[in-house]
């Protein structure tokens, strides 16, 4: 049922670093690409989406790169913050959020 | 916070019981979608709900099933438990036909 891949499993960057995640998918019906947060015992917060009629959408800190012909996407945190530590989920859907398909998830340590 | 509450919080279950999960959705939102989140994995999309029936299915048995009340709020129902059930239980409510959603904080189901 997977037919979005995430990457790193895990990372570690030191504080006021980039963090840098990249998701990958298949489907090219999907239309829409949010990107989750998620912190132990919470539910996914939605962090920044974007659709593929852009190729870059930046909210603060955040930013996300999408390559239409790659079908590649990637999560961008500038001056990574110790609060940022949480699991990163991207996942990607055909716009109506029926049926999201989720990456396996990146677990993002921001070292002090 | 999203407005999305989900009850109970943790719940344990013998093998073959059967549980009942409870969401009620932000207010102002229509649908409702129910994820199954394994222990390291992202979320897997089980059924989506609008206008009290079901919108869109995943690949889950038919012992997943579920309901959806005037008032928008859901409920998730799992017969004959497994031990692979054993997981976080996420509701995500949302416009019909709009690219967000927002997830409640979770049901954490053991199986034992």
């Known amino acids: 049922q997977q037919q979005v891949k995430q990457s790193p499993q895990s990372l570690i960057v030191q504080k006021g670093g980039i963090s840098i995640i990249n998701c990958a998918y298949e489907n090219t019906a999907f239309d829409y690409f949010p990107w989750y947060q998620q912190f132990p015992g919470k539910g996914p917060a939605l962090l920044i989406a974007i659709r593929p009629d852009v190729s870059e959408k930046k909210e603060g800190r955040f930013t996300i790169s999408f390559n239409k012909s790659a079908k590649q996407f990637s999560l961008h945190i500038m001056d990574s913050q110790p609060g940022d530590s949480a699991t990163y989920f991207c996942?990607?859907?055909?716009?109506?959020?029926?049926?999201?398909?989720f990456g396996a998830g990146t677990r993002l340590t921001v070292k002090p | 916070e999203t407005g999305v509450t989900q009850s109970p919080t943790h719940l344990i279950k013998t093998r073959g019981q059967q549980v009942t999960l409870r969401c009620s959705s932000q207010?102002?939102?229509?649908?409702v979608s129910w994820y199954q989140q394994a222990l390291g994995q992202g979320p897997q999309f089980i059924f989506q709900y609008y206008r009290e029936e079901e919108n869109g299915r995943g690949n889950f048995p038919p012992r997943f099933s579920g309901l959806q009340f005037p008032n928008y709020s859901s409920e998730l129902n799992v017969n004959a438990l497994e031990l692979d059930d054993s997981a976080l239980y996420l509701c995500?409510?949302?416009?019909?036909?709009?690219?967000?959603?927002?997830f409640g904080q979770g049901t954490r189901l053991t199986v034992v």
């Open positions: 996942a990607a859907s055909t716009g109506n959020n029926n049926d999201m398909r």
């Open positions: 207010s102002g939102h229509n649908t």
């Open positions: 995500a409510s949302s416009w019909q036909g709009a690219e967000e959603a927002f």
